[in-house]
């Protein structure tokens, strides 16, 4: 039989995509990629860590002797509660919002001493520290009025804590601050109270008002009396107008009302005939 004989030039191709496989296969090991928003430490197996920190980019290093170790830098929500107690000895829960985010100058550093799980390491152990420091010096009434100033304290030790550790904190928020049910409870009965009173004061003032209103109505009808007696005294037609404008009064009265009214022929007049005028006695 007859052997079967390889095309002239297959095995120059295979040693050819062999040699193009182990170049792409180096040269894919050779480079990495820093993306936007992180920083990469490399390390060596000769050097261990370099100190150098390589920016966003594609970057050279040496394969199976170096590999990158690449770090987020961008700043990082954390979440932490805490139950501390307050100088009124009320215990108080408050939680806490830090944005964290590691120093880039200081990530050599950083990994030899922290690794790269370096949040769940240091942040809560400094963070129940520093809350529990700052709240023991207030009492629970100021928690809730100095809130502002509460959170900044708490900003500055924490910024200073996390410093040592080298990182870096962009803001730091109290999010909730709940008490125990008594003094809860101390705090609805105060407010109760508070209404109570409130609303008392504004019974007595509303009530020296309605006094004042009477006192000034009394003098009003006090003085539009006198008026009125000087005007009859100085007048007497005055008690005539006023008659006439009674009669008119109550005769529209009678004639829109719906009942039937009758008046005797002497009373038409409402008694107007026997008015006595001092003008009409002068004639």
């Keep these: 039989m007859n052997k ?15 040699a193009g496989s182990a170049v792409w296969f180096t040269a894919s090991k050779m480079l990495y990629n820093v993306e936007g928003g992180h920083r990469a430490i490399v390390f060596n197996r000769f050097e261990g860590i370099k100190d150098k920190v390589y920016p966003e980019g594609t970057h050279l290093i040496v394969p199976l002797i170096e590999r990158p170790i690449i770090y987020d830098v961008r700043a990082r929500p954390n979440l932490v ?6 100088r009124d000895l009320q215990m108080v829960r408050i939680g806490l919002r830090v944005l964290t985010r590691p120093m880039p100058e200081k990530l050599p550093t950083m990994y030899r001493t922290l690794g790269e799980n370096y949040n769940e390491r240091v942040l809560p152990s400094i963070i129940h520290e520093t809350l529990k420091a700052v709240v023991a010096q207030y009492n629970a009434s100021q928690l809730i009025t100095q809130r502002e100033a509460v959170s900044r304290e708490i900003r500055q030790l924490l910024t200073e804590r996390a410093r040592n550790f080298n990182i870096a904190l962009d803001d730091v928020s109290i999010t909730s601050l709940s008490f125990g049910k008594e003094f809860t409870h101390a705090i609805e009965a105060k407010q109760v109270a508070a209404q109570e009173a409130e609303r008392a004061k504004f019974i007595v003032e509303k ?20 008026l009125l007696g000087k005007a009859i005294a100085s007048n007497p037609a005055f008690v005539a107008l006023r008659q006439i404008e009674a009669a008119r009064e109550i005769a529209h009265t009678i004639a829109s009302s719906n009942n039937k009214v009758f008046l005797d022929s002497s009373d038409l007049l409402l008694g107007l005939q026997q008015l006595n005028i001092a003008g009409k006695d002068k004639k």
Excluded: N, Y
Excluded at 81 to 86: K, P
Excluded at 207 to 226: F, L
């Design 207 to 226: 009530a020296e008002q309605d006094k004042k209103s009477a006192i000034i109505r009394a003098q009003g009808e006090a003085k539009s009396a006198e």
């Design 4 to 18: 079967l004989k390889a095309p002239a030039g297959a095995g120059a191709l295979v040693k050819l995509a062999l």
């Design 81 to 86: 509660e805490s139950t501390s107690g307050s």
